[in-house]
């Protein structure tokens, strides 16, 4: 990182709000003083990336790393490319105690393709007070990571695009907690604004509280239950005071706030507090 880079302590206080928003979260450090910078991978442990402008990608792969005050122009032009990645060192073991903070990631629409995902941890992480916006593909997560207090807009997509896109994702995994984050997944392929399948190992022990959904999607969530995949049976998914918004439609998705749930939501299956924004009202379940 450059000597010229500005720290923490050229920071702003955040606006207030009941959810995060696009005004309340990322940098905390104004867009003047970021250090331009093309891609940044961490080269040891401990290590602080900061303050920074990079058109490209970053890589975390050492422990106890933090990415905080950072915007990164996600300009992606391949299927499955990141802007930012978690993943296994070259010892292959994954790193720990990695936390990202108050960055932001920006789609590229003149080159980003919808298949592409903004943050991608195939390792676990904690992402905290950032603004991910204008991507396909917002968060893509796996096991033990912490998603907390983020603003997270996934409206791109490509003219006949088929892709299945969502602002947050699990395709097998356990131990994540969804707390408190503005999650919007909108347009042509949105499957949702959170989901959850069975795909490559059981969803379990996950906690999702506190958010608020938006979601053009047919739900605005799914719950990990789903006989289409190869663990169609989650466990322990807690949501547990959520508010669904009706930015789209009355029911959050076009057809409900929720599905993939077996017939009794799987072991451990809670569903309590959830409202409807606006009213305060319960949302149901069938």
């Not at 702003?12 to 309340?24: Q, R």
């Not at 975390?60 to 990164?72: A, F, K, M, P």
């Not at 399948?197 to 506190?210: E, M, N, W």
């Given at each position: 990182m450059s000597k010229d880079a500005p720290t923490s302590s050229d920071i702003?206080?955040?606006?207030?709000?009941?959810?995060?928003?696009?005004?309340?979260t990322g940098p905390l450090i104004p867009e003047s003083l970021l250090v331009p910078s093309g891609s940044v991978s961490s080269e040891e442990s401990g290590q602080v990336i900061e303050g920074l402008e990079v058109d490209g990608r970053v890589r975390?792969?050492?422990?106890?790393?933090?990415?905080?005050?950072?915007?990164?122009n996600h300009i992606a032009t391949g299927p499955g490319q990141y802007a930012l990645l978690i993943e296994e060192g070259p010892d292959g073991t994954c790193p720990t105690g990695v936390v990202i903070e108050s960055i932001e990631i920006v789609g590229d629409p003149a080159v980003l393709v919808d298949?592409?995902?903004?943050?991608?941890?195939?390792?676990?992480?904690?992402?905290?007070?950032?603004?991910?916006?204008?991507?396909?593909?917002?968060?893509?997560?796996?096991?033990?990571?912490?998603?907390?207090?983020?603003?997270?807009?996934?409206?791109?997509?490509?003219e006949g695009s088929d892709t299945h896109r969502s602002a947050?994702?699990?395709?097998?995994?356990?131990?994540?907690?969804?707390?408190?984050?503005?999650?919007?997944?909108?347009?042509?392929?949105?499957?949702?604004a959170l989901v959850m399948?069975?795909?490559?190992?059981?969803?379990?022990?996950?906690?999702?509280?506190?958010n608020l959904f938006n979601s053009t999607g047919s739900y605005c969530t799914y719950a990990g239950s789903l006989d289409s995949k190869e663990f169609p049976v989650a466990s322990d998914v807690r949501y547990i005071d959520n508010t669904f918004g009706r930015m789209f439609f009355d029911t959050c998705g076009r057809y409900g706030p929720v599905a993939g749930r077996d017939s009794n939501g799987g072991p451990g299956f809670v569903w309590d507090g959830n409202t409807w924004e606006g009213t305060g009202e319960d949302v149901p379940i069938s």
């Open positions: 702003g206080v955040p606006t207030v709000s009941a959810f995060p928003t696009a005004e309340s975390v792969q050492h422990d106890g790393v933090t990415v905080r005050n950072v915007r990164i298949d592409a995902k903004a943050v991608y941890g195939s390792c676990p992480f904690t992402l905290e007070g950032s603004r991910i916006i204008g991507v396909g593909t917002g968060i893509r997560l796996t096991s033990d990571s912490v998603i907390r207090g983020n603003f997270v807009r996934a409206d791109f997509s490509t947050i994702g699990i395709n097998g995994g356990s131990g994540n907690v969804i707390e408190g984050n503005t999650v919007i997944c909108s347009g042509p392929g949105c499957s949702g399948y069975g795909d490559f190992q059981q969803i379990s022990d996950i906690l999702v509280t506190g």
